[in-house]
């Protein structure tokens, strides 16, 4: 069992948990994810990790409530305990393997939707701490969805928000910032990371490809068990067929093929809505009899 240290919500829907988990944070890098199981009669449910701290032995995760495992999980508090927290998985970041002396003399664009925000910024907190040039681009729909916004400007001034609405920032997608840093601000990125939504991801490296920035995205949206046995995950990297578990989570945003993969997303669409409804149905009667 793995005790909840702190939970708080960052958005009505958006929560952050501090998982008291010493050799999980000891071991993890940017860019790995963790497997999550609530309780016994639990799915496991992958988590790409949003923050390490290595004194306290703490891991956060960051969960949108969507379905019912994200749901369920919403229903603990701090003390509480969950059954299973397996990791680090997956690959961490190439980065992680190169000089720093090297990465300073570049400089990245990282580029977080929705969700994506949060283990984007244990990549951004890694640049900052070392000292190397990055810009940060945040897209949501509006603002009221927006998350790690306070954490991101304090590690750097080139924090850039783009709304969908236009409520918040400069209105438009994440790829109108692209376009304007590097056209009209004449800024030359040697990397962009980015992670989010699957469309958010295939449309950036569109346009990243425009501009010959090599791009690295997470395609921790589609994982499902995290072992690669279950196949949901595999995608097609240029030629060759490749799964985002094991062999990933990142990967070369330009040679993703993105239509794909979104193909076979929406092949469980109709299945997670099902569960989707009786989770929250359960989800709904468990909090009633607890509040009674």
Excluded at 69 to 87: C, H, M, N, Y
Excluded at 170 to 180: F, L, S, Y
Excluded at 241 to 264: I, S, W, Y
Aim: aromatic share 8%; net charge negative.
């Amino acid at each position: 069992m793995y005790k909840i240290v702190e939970k708080r919500y960052l958005t009505p829907s958006i929560f952050l948990m501090k998982i008291d988990a010493p050799r999980v944070a000891e071991a993890a890098q940017p860019g790995q994810f963790v497997i999550v199981i609530t309780d016994e009669l639990s799915e496991r449910v992958p988590y790409t990790i949003a923050g390490l701290d290595l004194e306290a032995g703490t891991v956060d995760i960051v969960v949108q409530e969507v379905g019912p495992s994200s749901t369920k999980l919403g229903l603990l508090e701090a003390g509480d305990s969950i059954f299973d927290f397996a990791g680090p998985l997956g690959r961490p970041s190439d980065f992680m393997e190169m000089d720093i002396a090297e990465l300073r003399k570049q400089r990245w664009l990282f580029v977080g939707g929705g969700v994506g925000v949060a283990p984007a910024y244990l990549q951004i907190k890694y640049f900052a701490d070392n000292k190397i040039p990055f810009d940060v681009i945040v897209g949501a729909k509006s603002k009221d969805i927006i998350i790690y916004e306070d954490e991101l400007r304090a590690l750097t001034d080139n924090l850039y928000i783009t709304t969908d609405d236009g409520s918040y920032g400069m209105k438009g997608m994440v790829t109108d910032m692209i376009q304007e840093l590097v056209e009209n601000q004449g800024i030359k990125y040697d990397h962009c990371v980015a992670i989010g939504p699957m469309v958010m991801m295939k449309f950036a490296c569109l346009t990243t490809k425009k501009y010959e920035i090599p791009t690295t995205v997470s395609l921790n949206p589609i994982m499902v068990d995290g072992t690669g046995m279950c196949g949901a995950c595999r995608v097609h990297v240029g030629d060759s067929t490749q799964f985002a578990c094991v062999d990933g989570p990142e990967f070369d945003g330009h040679l993703v093929d993105f239509d794909l993969a979104m193909k076979r997303q929406r092949l469980y669409g109709d299945i997670e809505k099902k569960k989707g409804h009786a989770g929250e149905c359960m989800c709904k009667k468990q909090k009633a009899k607890e509040e009674k």
